[in-house]
């Protein structure tokens, strides 16, 4: 989705957005585009999967701009033989739209923030993280 990929935090955070979204406006001119999406903000979960609200605001809504260009896509090809994967091929795919800028905070809506946190609770083995995980699921499901 990104031309540039910035590495996933060592943090493990993300941003919460509302299940509601949407493109506000969108424009084309050749091999670019610009995509506004709106939102409304939903919060934080650290690493420790501790929920922090989103900021106090006067706005419903953010939006956020997205800058796209057309650009190649890579992919890796494996010998489909049936022998062992000791060789592949890299090829240009077609292209298509990615965004330009990199992504920043990883986000999430609150339905799939609400599953990734049931299912790092049932993984975790540290109380204070399984604590954490059902006091930010009481919190997100009064969101839902």
Not at 115 to 141: F, H, M, S, W, Y
Request: glycine share 6%; proline share 7%.
């Amino acid at each position: 989705m990104f031309v540039q990929h910035d590495p996933f935090p060592t943090n493990g955070a993300g941003q919460i957005v509302s299940n509601y979204w949407g493109v506000d406006h969108s424009s084309v001119s050749n091999d670019t585009a610009e995509v506004d999406m709106e939102y409304a903000e939903a919060g934080t979960i650290d690493a420790s999967l501790r929920y922090s609200p989103p900021a106090r605001s006067e706005a419903d809504k953010t939006a956020l701009v997205f800058h796209l260009v057309l650009a190649p896509t890579h992919g890796t090809m494996f010998p489909t033989d049936g022998k062992a994967m000791t060789s592949k091929e890299e090829r240009t795919d077609p292209t298509e739209w990615q965004i330009e800028e990199p992504a920043g905070l990883p986000s999430t809506t609150v339905n799939t923030a609400i599953r990734c946190v049931l299912e790092r609770r049932e993984q975790a083995t540290d109380p204070v993280i399984r604590k954490n995980a059902g006091e930010t699921l009481a919190r997100l499901l009064k969101l839902h």
